[in-house]
Structure formats: C-alpha cells, structure tokens
C-alpha cells in the first residue's frame, strides 16, 4: 500500500466485525439508529456528520456524507456553511484556549 | 466485467420468470428528439440539431389508436415535444377523444419566439404538465440544462402559475420533474417536494402540485459522463444493490407503451433510446397496434432497469415504493 487512506476501504467496513461481531453488531445497531430520521430529519442529521466528518478529517466519513448529504437533497452552499460550522467551532475552540495559556502565563508571572 | 447479476437473472429470483406487462393504461409518444436544451443527463442526447421528427403519417395514427383502442392517457415526450410542427394538432386531436393529456415541458421552450401563446393552449386543452426543474437554485439547475434555463424556467413557470396552474386546487395541474446533478440517486420524494415548495414559494413566488424525483438513468449522455468521470461502475454497482423487490409490481413498463418518432414500439423511452425493441413476435409499429397482444407483452428486460428498481423506485411518475 502507498499510502495511508484508500477509499475502497469504505466498502470493507463490515470487516471490522471479523474479530468481535458482538461489538461491531452494537455498534451498527446504535449507528443506523443515530442516523435514522427522528426530531431531526436525515437530511439534517447528514449535514450534522458532515460537519463533523471535516472537525475530526476524516476522509471515509467526508466521501461518505457528503453524497448522503446530496442524496438528502442538501445543496453545496447548505454543505459548505455546515464546513464553516465545523471550522468556526474548531476556531473557537482553539481561541478559547488562550485563556488557558494566559492562565498559565499568570502562573509563571510576576 | 460486470459484479452484478443481469436484471433479468434477478426478476426470476423474485418469481418472474416471465415478466409481463398488465395492460397499456399510458401510450408514450416521443414526438422527436429536438430540444432547445441540451440537458448533460438526457438519455436520448436531444438537442436544437436532432433531426428526429415523428412524421404527420405517424401522428395520424396515433389519433387512429387512441380512439380505436379507448387509450386512457396520452403522455407526450421529447425532446421538447412543443417543437414538433403538429403537436397542437395533435393535442386538439386528442382532447376532443376526452383522452387524458400529459405533456412533459422543459419550461423554456415556452419563451421561444412563436411558443409564447402555449400556456393559454394547455389550459384550453386541459394539458397536465411535468416540467422539468431539477433544483430550486440556479447553480445545479444551470449546470444540468445549461447557462440562463433556471431563470427562463421560473419566468415560464409565473406565467403558467398566473393562468391557474399549479394554483392550490387548481385542476390545471403543474408538476415538477426533479433528477440528481450527478452520480448520485434523489432524495426522499416526499421531504424533497416539501422544500421545492417552501423555497419556491418563498424566494420566487412560484407554485406547483406535485414533485416527481427521477433517477439518472446509465445510458445516453448520462452513461457518458459516468465513464468520463470514471463513476460507472461504482453507480452500476450501486444500483443493483439497492434493488428493490417493492418496486417491480408498479414499474412504468407494466402500465405504458412507448411509440417513438418513427413509429416504432418499445416498452419504455429508455428502450427507445437503447434499440431495444419489443420482443420478436409483438407488433412492432404502431400502424400494427393491437391492444389485446401489447396489453400483455413480455418486456425486454435490460441491465439498465435497475435504474427503475434502486430505492424506492423511479419513473416518469416520480417514486414507486414507499420511503
């Protein structure tokens, strides 16, 4: 292998549960529940996973959910804001920390 | 080499080891492939230069059918069916045989020169119209059918809408043709329409009655641009595994009958588009029709009919399973 992400590898999801069928039938169980339409709709929940398939970079789940999202009716200006969403709150979270490092500073500080 | 198995393989798990058509509720009739789009899905490649043209001999018959054989609907095609020189003869024709009229519209054909009095023939005629807009904002819209079809489309469509159609409780029914912009399949009918609507309503003041989504089918241009793309065997795969058995029971070919330009029959315009004729021993031209053999034909399946049968359906009336 040349490289670290292949993206036939999606389709071979399932093996994951060769070892531990228990685990991985639970977790599928959850997982289809989580996306399943509910308070929020599929095309909401979808836009949600892409938005967070960006915050954590995960290729399979960007390749992934960004056809679900087109599949639900979503369009690229609907997709791209929930990106920003993603870049906002991983932003912010990285802002918020400067309150960590001015408490750190403090602590070292005359 | 396909890794899939062929569609007809997989009716015959299902039991139909023979699939048949039930009657001819629908003549199809592809009046010719002259378009004033050039849509990069369509299936027939139509197009301002298409010489295809149904012949006058030909739409003749097609009065002589339906009032011979009682045909309940006539549903005309294209190409932009309004651009064949007797389509209003036809239409007149028609609706004097109290033959339920459906006409497929690419909305600006309505503002070529010439065309401009249509919307007032279709009320008078008592025209359904299935018009295509694939999306509710201009950039997929143009992208699909070309540069300016979204605006011309929603100027159409006002003026269809001030005459009374697609007007809540309007018999004057206006709906709309929605198909994907890519490799991929449509959204949930149903949650789809009620966006179309909300977002129509709300940014353009344009109304309709009923959404129909419409998957791609892998042939024509659409097949073209799958291998260009390299997403043809991944969109072939896809489609066989989301086969649908839910499906099979209300597929369009069962209830309709497609004639095309030069009067050939086929099960369905996707076969016209492929060459695939009716199987051997059928009547083959419509100045042969005879409704007692066709009602109960056996179809000329295809691997391209899993494009009918992935999710929860898709024909030229939108969705066939529920979702």
Not at chain 2, 167 to 175: P, V
Not at chain 2, 177 to 194: D, I, V
Request: aromatic letters at 10%; proline letters at 5%; a neutral charge.
């Amino acid at each position: 292998m040349s490289h670290y992400y292949d993206d036939q590898d999606l389709e071979r999801f399932q093996e994951i549960g060769q070892y531990r069928p228990d685990l991985y039938d639970n977790f599928m169980n959850y997982y289809q529940g989580v996306m399943a339409a509910g308070a929020l709709t599929v095309r909401e929940k979808a836009l949600i996973a892409l938005a967070v398939a960006h915050a954590v970079q995960c290729p399979y789940c960007i390749d992934a959910y960004t056809r679900v999202s087109l599949e639900a009716g979503s369009n690229l200006e609907e997709m791209t804001e929930a990106v920003h969403v993603a870049a906002a709150i991983r932003g912010g979270a990285a802002l918020i920390h400067g309150l960590q490092m001015q408490h750190a500073a403090a602590k070292i500080s005359i | 080499m396909e890794t899939f198995a062929p569609f007809a393989r997989t009716l015959e798990h299902l039991g139909y080891h023979d699939f048949r058509a039930a009657q001819v509720q629908t003549l199809q009739v592809n009046l010719g492939w002259r378009c004033n789009q050039s849509c990069k899905h369509c299936h027939l490649a139509a197009g301002p230069d298409r010489p295809e043209m149904m012949a006058p001999d030909t739409v003749e018959e097609i009065l002589r059918v339906a009032a011979r054989w009682s045909i309940p609907v006539v549903d005309l095609t294209g190409g932009s069916p309004e651009l064949h020189p007797r389509f209003e003869y036809l239409v007149r024709g028609l609706h004097r045989l109290g033959v339920r009229i459906l006409s497929r519209c690419n909305l600006t054909v309505l503002l070529e020169p010439g065309k401009e009095h249509l919307p007032g023939f279709f009320r008078d005629h008592g025209v359904e119209l299935i018009c295509s807009l694939p999306y509710y904002q201009e950039e997929m819209v143009d992208r699909l059918r070309g540069p300016g079809v979204f605006r011309k489309s929603l100027e159409a469509l006002r003026r269809l809408n001030r005459l009374g159609y697609g007007q809540q409780d309007s018999d004057l029914k206006l709906h709309l043709m929605y198909n994907p912009a890519g490799a991929y399949f449509p959204p949930e009918q149903g949650a789809l329409q009620a966006r179309f609507q909300q977002e129509l309503e709300r940014r353009h003041q344009v109304r309709f009655h009923q959404l129909y989504t419409l998957l791609n089918m892998p042939i024509g241009r659409f097949k073209h641009y799958l291998q260009q793309s390299r997403n043809y065997e991944g969109y072939m795969g896809k489609l066989a595994a989301s086969f649908n058995p839910d499906t099979v029971a209300g597929l369009m070919c069962r209830n309709l009958l497609s004639v095309a330009w030069d009067g050939r029959l086929f099960d369905c315009d996707f076969n016209q588009a492929l060459d695939l004729p009716l199987l051997a021993g059928l009547p083959q031209y419509l100045k042969d029709f005879d409704l007692p053999t066709l009602a109960g034909r056996r179809i000329h399946l295809g691997d391209h009919c899993y494009g009918c049968t992935a999710g929860t359906g898709s024909s030229c009336g939108g969705k066939l399973a529920a979702e």
